[in-house]
């Protein structure tokens, strides 16, 4: 299958790559884009928009990347805390009074808050009511006190970021995304589609109990259970649903194209989105080792998995952005055909092997 877009000329093995990586997908396309040494050096797309093939990927298609979304999360709350409107390690209670879990606004970004579980069963539909979640979440006791461990938050992190936001600002992290990162730097990633955004939305493919059960193969027993409720987060029928597309579930509902990830992460890498210090402080390790939800040693910063060659943060089904700070670049790849992480891995790799770099120490994503 043709790859859409383009690359500068000497990242040729990078389109024939990735024309390879949708041509082999089941279901719908992908997309590529990466920044290098201050230049947007591919952007490319490719494959069916939607699940009956009556759509193609084009420039503008809208995917969510599920986990991709924390960091756009945690960046919404560290620019208030660079205006010093919040305190990093203040008690979270400080800015949202009721909050049960002892926790602080540094424990909460760096996943050590502990409040990673709902232990009352919730449906579905709470996921389409902020407020109701949001008291859910402050009543729950953490499954960990915090700051004596650390665990990704998969449902909820956007919800215990995007609330500090706005009980701080006034705004939905939504709107804050969309009016302090989104406009101003050119960014087309969303918390909740409005109507002409869903029409851009690509259908996610192969969620089905196989990929489910593989997904949760070898992982401790919280991550099922800081999964599976509310439930419908890994169902087809329900992630391209109107209903989940217009929601704001921050953690893993983000929705964008793979150019604006790249250049989320360029903008950061560039000095653009926070000051140097607190830029520093993001990216550097604030909790390591073992992942009480995930499984698996790993390091978070204030929003960012933190490795051997950078940051980023890895998404359900195969996404992925990032900055290399070893290679000097920025990339997104988003997907709609749930699969592994070999793809986004293939691709860095061919960028590597193009810009003289040696391969990947590792997966960057936690």
Not at 273 to 292: I, K, N, R
Request: aromatic content about 10%; overall charge negative.
């Amino acid at each position: 299958m043709d790859a859409q877009g383009f690359t500068v000329p000497r990242l040729g093995p990078v389109r024939e790559c990735f024309a390879e990586i949708v041509g082999a997908q089941p279901g719908t396309g992908a997309a590529f884009a990466a920044w290098y040494d201050g230049e947007l050096v591919a952007d490319l797309w490719g494959g069916r928009a939607d699940a009956a093939g009556r759509r193609a990927w084009q420039a503008g298609s809208l995917v969510q990347p599920y986990s991709v979304s924390k960091p756009f999360a945690a960046v919404c709350a560290l620019r208030l805390v660079q205006d010093g409107r919040l305190d990093l390690d203040a008690p979270v209670q400080r800015f949202w009074p009721g909050f049960r879990a002892a926790a602080t606004v540094r424990h909460v970004l760096s996943h050590q808050a502990g409040v990673v579980k709902l232990d009352r069963p919730a449906p579905t539909a709470a996921f389409y009511d902020w407020d109701h979640l949001c008291r859910l979440l402050a009543a729950q006791e953490p499954a960990w006190p915090p700051g004596t461990g650390h665990g990704e938050s998969p449902l909820f992190y956007g919800h215990l970021a995007g609330e500090l936001v706005r009980r701080v600002d006034g705004r939905p992290v939504g709107r804050f995304l969309r009016e302090e990162i989104g406009a101003p730097f050119g960014i087309e990633f969303f918390f909740g589609l409005n109507g002409a955004q869903r029409a851009r939305a690509v259908d996610l493919t192969g969620l089905d109990e196989a990929f489910r059960a593989a997904s949760a193969a070898g992982r401790p027993e919280l991550y099922r259970l800081a999964t599976a409720n509310p439930p419908g987060a890994l169902d087809g029928d329900v992630v391209n649903g109107a209903d989940w597309r217009a929601a704001e579930i921050p953690a893993v509902n983000g929705h964008g194209t793979a150019r604006a990830v790249a250049g989320f992460y360029h903008a950061l890498a560039s000095g653009r989105l926070l000051s140097p210090g607190l830029f520093a402080e993001a990216v550097s390790p604030q909790a390591t080792g073992p992942d009480l939800v995930m499984g698996g040693d790993g390091a978070w910063g204030l929003g960012f998995g933190v490795g051997a060659d950078g940051y980023g943060m890895g998404g359900l089904g195969g996404s992925f952005g990032g900055t290399s700070t070893a290679g000097g670049y920025s990339v997104g790849f988003v997907t709609g055909s749930a699969g592994t992480f070999d793809r986004v891995d293939a691709l860095e790799n061919a960028l590597r092997g193009c810009l003289g770099l040696p391969p990947l120490p590792g997966p960057p994503q936690p």
